[in-house]
């Protein structure tokens, strides 16, 4: 199609958006003073918003329909995407890890970090910390799980509940939560073993909304929505802290467990498991005829997955010295898994990168915060049509083995 063709299209979209809208946008009656307000100016901007969308939107299509699956800007020499370029050559991406450091460690003590800014580039790092859990289940098992948010209840209200009855510290919870989760995943994942896809998504969203309608309703066991309250912050040697000192603690604590789980999620990506889990993900009846258990796949990957949501938990419940039911929603769960799926499923950076965008764009737009779900839709909608596998591809693990050279005098 060529431009003439475009614009002229993109032309009679503009009008019918200016017809559709004009009964809205432009007609207003003041019912006080009983005046009909004819704003025209809105007329001109739907036009000329409808026109430019219109026009990029048919542009982009017919570039993704020429280009196919190859990548608009690849990198030369190497027929590569450029993100993976970078990202496999040190020299192009160790000065930039290196300023990244620098700035996440120095970020609580400049002028412009205050306590609400700390405490939202904390919550963008829980979510790293969960986005990664999930994508070892999603991305890696290629498991659809839409109950994610309930083992980060179960994280949440361990310690909470631990905490209430027994006195136990931050500490002591911390991998206690991470062990109830993780036997939680095993539970979950022995019914669904024989599931896939949409059938396996709708069970794990029924245990999610189980958990959430049993902490709602047994007021003896976890206080019903009233939550529970009190719960102490983490400590350091018993020194006294006050909510500034505190929240820049658990910012440095969040920093130091997310390099922890993505340590251990890029050696599990590359272990046996990891390959296995692939393997599953890939193709289910061939991943069992190569001799791969899928049960214990599957297990693995739930029980794992579940564990990095328990921590996630403990630390969300330290953090807000509070929880109810309320805080797990199924919203969480999307959020959790848009965060997987706008990164890209597999990729350690990818998440990361997700997690930052959906976590702190919308906290420093709240001058469009009307429009946040909105523009939130839009962005999703174009991931998928421009870019499904998410902003970074995971790479692929190519694995081979060379014969090596047996000398005549070693055979005998």
Not at 27 to 54: A, C
Not at 331 to 350: D, F, N, P, R, T
Request: charged share 15%; glycine share 10%.
């Amino acid at each position: 199609m060529n431009a003439f063709a475009r614009i002229r299209q993109s032309l009679i979209i503009a009008l019918w958006f200016m017809f559709l809208t004009f009964p809205v946008l432009v007609v207003r009656v003041n019912t006080i003073e009983k005046v009909v307000e004819w704003r025209w100016p809105n007329m001109v901007y739907v036009g000329i918003g409808s026109f430019l969308i219109s026009f990029v939107w048919r542009y982009l299509l017919e570039r993704k329909a020429q280009g196919g699956e190859k990548e608009i800007y690849p990198a030369p020499a190497t027929g590569k995407p450029v993100m993976q370029r970078l990202m496999a050559e040190p020299r192009l991406y160790r000065p930039f890890l290196i300023a990244l450091s620098l700035f996440g460690l120095a970020f609580p003590f400049l002028p412009f970090a205050s306590t609400y800014q700390i405490n939202i580039v904390t919550n963008a790092l829980l979510y790293i910390m969960l986005g990664l859990g999930l994508n070892i289940v999603v991305g890696l098992a290629g498991l659809l799980h839409l109950g994610y948010v309930a083992f980060y209840a179960v994280g949440a209200y361990s310690y909470a509940l631990l905490y209430y009855h027994f006195g136990i510290g931050f500490w002591a919870a911390l991998p206690i939560g991470a062990l109830f989760a993780a036997i939680f995943g095993i539970i979950l994942g022995f019914p669904v073993l024989r599931l896939r896809g949409d059938y396996l998504a709708i069970v794990t969203l029924g245990f999610a909304e189980i958990t959430r309608l049993v902490l709602e309703n047994w007021n003896g066991f976890s206080f019903g929505p009233s939550g529970i309250a009190g719960i102490p912050r983490p400590g350091l040697f018993g020194i006294e802290m006050d909510l500034h000192q505190g929240t820049i603690y658990i910012y440095f604590l969040m920093i130091a467990l997310c390099l922890f789980t993505i340590f251990v999620v890029n050696r599990l990506q590359n272990s046996r498991i990891g390959r296995a889990w692939v393997a599953l993900r890939e193709d289910e009846v061939a991943c069992e005829a190569m001799g791969v258990d899928p049960t214990m796949a599957k297990l693995t990957a739930f029980a794992l997955g579940s564990t990095w949501a328990g921590l996630a938990g403990v630390i969300f419940a330290a953090k807000t010295t509070f929880v109810n039911p309320a805080s797990f929603t199924f919203l969480e769960s999307a959020m959790i898994l848009s965060i997987v799926v706008l990164g890209g499923m597999g990729s350690i950076v990818g998440v990361i990168i997700g997690a930052f965008i959906l976590i702190l764009l919308p906290e420093y737009l709240r001058a469009f915060s009307e429009y946040r779900m909105l523009l939130f839709g839009m962005i999703m909608v174009v991931m998928m049509i421009f870019r499904p596998q998410g902003i970074i591809v995971g790479i692929r693990q190519i694995y081979e083995f060379k014969k090596t050279a047996v000398k005549e005098g070693s055979r005998r």
